[in-house]
């Protein structure tokens, strides 16, 4: 983070995969130091909760392979990259056996293996403050909930590891009695702890960590725990945290949609509307922050730019149907929605844009009706792809009042969920229709909804769950789904909701099993 240094903290051992030999165990490596030999000052329990955060910015996490998994499997884009990885999991088609599986898989359990090193050891510390305590476990127990919700989301039945592996049965956890709800449940179970341990900001504590910004807050946790309980269709359970959030008094949206999407860091720090990220650097350091210890040569850049960047990779581009839902409605102007502009890249000279990666248009190769993704990538000056130091939004205010709405449309309060579609809609300069989407039936409503999402969330790993929540993708709405993206035409109900368990991961842990899509 740029307000909080990653520690280089040498205890953060990665479970990359679940089996090891029970003689590997009993090695004593020189180089690194035992947790009985670490944790012993305050400062060591802070370095240890700051060595969780850095496993967002990884390629397992939000460096790449979590965004492609949930921007790829939506209908928002096509994937045409030479890589089978992704076009396997973007046309449902993608086998046990890719390699690639390991990438996501071992990402999210360096992060539940540094939350558990810290959760189990930081209450052992001597001398440090008993608020900073709270906090740090707070922190741990909001990032090992983080994990585990996007794992349940991605693989469904993950085995629920919460202790540090004390023995080689340690290495061989079962997933054979576990279901996604249980998962859920572990989940809830955390977030809990993180509620009642975070403060809504860092300004007025006491510690070494007052003032800093990125760590996660009260604010962080009830929102995800109100998306655990709208991911499982409990919009009861999810409306009290979405309107806790709101209610904070801690968060606003920035009044220049485009900002949100700014590699300047003055930029990215006004925005008022972040509430949990991971914060990627313009660094150009000699070693790549695919995964692994960190190290200080890392260069902590956002490899989803050069994947998503036509002047690189170009492995995805926006499919037709989010090009025309996002020139649907018009400003009050006339012009077209800005976030469109800051989504899409396209010819539009009317309004200004007829250049491309700092270059004309049509030098640059490209036709008049030719479209690109440009969110998150560096199409607007054509820097360095592989130094982008855009921080991806992970939970940011837009998409909580929108998921607030949708609760309070859902709990018989459609006039209050208007208004806050509405907020919205404003900085977007778009027309006042609040008084008619008060008048609108829970249906029509719904509607609605899923295109202010598509407009505020396009490309930001909303959509694929938004479709899985509100059943599209069966009967009817799976037929409207091949119409949007071709790739739905090898999709099956049933089997394909999940992304299937990495065989080799089934090989190594015989207590494992597969999912529905294995």
């Not at 397992?60 to 979590?66: A, C, N, P």
């Not at 089978?84 to 996501?104: K, M, N, R, V, Y």
């Not at 991605?154 to 009695?177: C, D, M, Q, R, W």
């Amino acid at each position: 983070m740029k307000n909080i240094q990653y520690k280089l903290f040498f205890l953060a051992a990665a479970l990359i995969g679940l089996g090891a030999c029970t003689n590997e165990l009993e090695i004593v490596d020189p180089n690194r130091l035992s947790s009985e030999q670490y944790y012993a000052t305050e400062a060591e329990a802070v370095a240890a909760v700051d060595a969780i955060y850095n496993a967002l910015i990884i390629d397992g996490m939000y460096q790449r392979i979590t965004p492609v998994y949930n921007d790829g499997r939506g209908d928002e884009l096509k994937c045409r990259s030479p890589w089978t990885f992704l076009t396997g999991f973007s046309s449902f088609t993608l086998p046990a056996t890719d390699g690639a599986l390991e990438i996501f898989w071992a990402g999210h359990y360096i992060m539940v293996n540094r939350a558990n090193q810290a959760l189990e050891n930081i209450p052992l510390v001597e001398g440090v403050d008993a608020t900073l305590r709270e906090r740090l476990l707070g922190q741990a127990y909001f990032l090992r909930a983080l994990a585990y919700f996007n794992l349940a989301n991605v693989h469904g039945n993950v085995p629920i590891i919460l202790e540090t592996p004390k023995g080689s049965e340690s290495f061989y956890p079962s997933n054979a009695e576990v279901t996604a709800e249980k998962v859920y449940e572990q989940v809830e179970s955390d977030l809990a702890n993180a509620i009642s341990r975070l403060p809504l900001n860092y300004n007025d504590v006491s510690g070494p960590d007052q003032g800093q910004v990125g760590r996660a807050t009260k604010g962080a946790a009830e929102s995800l725990m109100g998306t655990v309980h709208l991911y499982q269709g409990d919009y009861a359970a999810a409306l009290p945290f979405f309107e806790s959030v709101v209610n904070a008094g801690q968060y606003s949206l920035a009044a220049n949609y485009a900002d949100l999407f700014s590699q300047d860091p003055s930029v990215e720090s006004a925005n008022p509307g972040k509430i949990f990220w991971a914060d990627f650097t313009t660094s150009a350091n000699a070693e790549f922050n695919w995964g692994g210890d960190p190290n200080v040569n890392w260069r902590q850049f956002l490899a989803l730019t050069p994947t998503y960047s036509v002047g690189d990779f170009f492995d995805f581009f926006p499919s037709a149907f989010l090009y025309n839902e996002m020139r649907e409605e018009l400003t009050v102007d006339g012009t077209l929605d800005p976030r469109y502009h800051a989504t899409i890249l396209s010819y539009e000279p009317e309004e200004g844009y007829t250049t491309a990666y700092g270059q004309d248009w049509f030098a640059r190769g490209y036709g008049e009706n030719d479209y690109f993704i440009k969110k998150y990538t560096n199409a607007t000056d054509g820097a360095d792809a592989f130094t982008a130091g855009y921080d991806y939004h992970i939970i940011r205010y837009a998409d909580v009042l929108l998921m607030y709405a949708e609760c309070l449309a859902n709990t018989g309060n459609i006039p209050a969920a208007a208004q806050q579609v509405q907020v919205v809609r404003n900085r977007a300069n778009l027309p006042d229709r609040e008084a008619e989407f008060a008048g609108y039936n829970l249906q029509q409503f719904m509607a609605q909804i899923e295109h202010e999402r598509i407009m505020e969330l396009a490309v930001e790993g909303k959509r694929w769950y938004d479709l899985r929540r509100w059943g599209y993708l069966s009967g009817a709405k799976l037929e409207e789904l091949k119409a949007n993206d071709t790739e739905f035409n090898t999709f099956t109900p049933g089997e394909d909701e999940l992304i299937p368990i990495a065989q080799t991961e089934l090989d190594r842990n015989p207590n494992l099993v597969g999912n529905t899509a294995n």
